[in-house]
């Protein structure tokens, strides 16, 4: 299917200099994928966004955006996108915890097609992709992703992706924190919450002690833009408006919105407690942005992920 008819302007300049693109976007209406919409929006880009349903090609329309319909799994649709656009933003994933060899393919299939597709153009192609492992340290923009191959998480996109650089293609790899938090988030944080209305107890690992990098929807959505408009090769940059924050910290907060008490789950008994999530949630993985915010002129502003907190944003 053809991508919505609006007039490029690629090649005029922003207001800081850099060129203004058409942009196809892979999760536009989704919650990182709207927010990077709105931030490409208002500052003079174009958006060709991905739409499997007739709520988000209107969505996008009502926005301004042209809508390519298809999904994941409709590789003649990512093809499609790619034609007519300077750049490519992949967001979109299918975060199928309970059939993760599934959504494994579905977004390796989708990377390689779409890098595939900008073979030698020299055009822009970002990924979304997660922090790296527990290393006992503050884990790098310089560390490579140990997710390699098709069984490993996101099967291995982010290696297959920044393969593309030597390619001719400009690609590179947006690491978001595990909590990109925010008014209307329904992800690990909203999960955890409602973990926490169900059980009467806001619970953390052990003693709490493991860190959570996390990091505001809007400031987010500010470094893809600044990734996408100063792209390099191989660059890989860190969503993280917070290095590491003590899950202790985080439960406690939690309590504090729903008026439930803090509380300790042993290591035996995680998987019980928060099921899928408590395998993520024991997980020591605090992260640095310091690289990413010195490139890229990238200060996080937002609200903490304690400060959404205790304002009720998960409550609601």
């Known amino acids: 299917m053809s991508v919505t008819d609006i007039d490029s302007f ?20 989704g919650w990182i994928g709207s927010a990077v919409t709105d931030e490409l ?7 060709v966004g991905l739409a499997r349903s007739d709520e988000s090609a209107a969505s996008l329309t009502a926005k301004g955006a042209g809508v390519q319909r298809g999904d994941l799994d409709d590789l003649d649709s990512l093809r499609a ?11 979109a994933n299918k975060h199928d915890f309970a059939h993760q060899a599934v959504s494994n393919l579905a977004e390796r299939n989708a990377v390689q097609t779409l890098g595939e597709a900008l073979e030698g153009s020299g055009r822009v192609f970002l990924i979304a992709s997660g922090v790296p492992g527990q290393r006992g340290r503050a884990g790098l923009e310089t ?3 140990e997710n390699i191959g098709l069984e490993s998480a996101r099967g291995g996109s982010e290696h297959l992706a920044l393969s593309y650089s030597t390619k001719g293609v400009v690609s590179g790899a947006v690491r978001f924190a595990p909590t990109v938090h925010g008014v209307g988030d329904n ?3 909203a999960v955890l919450t409602q973990i926490a209305k169900d059980k009467g107890v806001a619970g953390y690992v052990g003693d709490g002690a493991n860190r959570w990098p996390a990091v505001h929807r809007s400031d987010a959505a500010r470094l893809v833009r600044l990734g996408l408009e100063h792209a390099e090769p191989g660059a890989v940059l860190h969503a993280m408006g917070e290095e590491g924050i003590p899950t202790r910290e985080i439960a406690e907060a939690m309590g504090r919105s729903l008026g439930v008490p803090a509380q300790s ?3 035996d008994d995680v998987m019980a407690h928060f099921g899928w999530l408590g395998m993520f949630f024991s997980f020591d993985i605090p992260t640095s942005s310091a690289l990413t915010q010195a490139k890229y002129g990238w200060t996080p502003s937002g609200p903490t992920l304690l400060e959404d907190l205790d304002a009720g944003v998960y409550v609601a």
């Open 143 to 145: 560390d490579a992703s």
């Open 41 to 47: 929006l208002t500052n003079g880009h174009e958006v």
């Open 265 to 267: 789950i042993a290591p």
């Open 10 to 29: 690629a090649g005029c300049g922003g207001a800081d200099g850099s060129l203004l693109m058409r942009v196809f976007i892979t999760g536009a209406s």
């Open 81 to 91: 996108g790619t034609e007519g656009v300077d750049a490519v933003i992949h967001l």
């Open 187 to 189: 992800g690990f944080t």
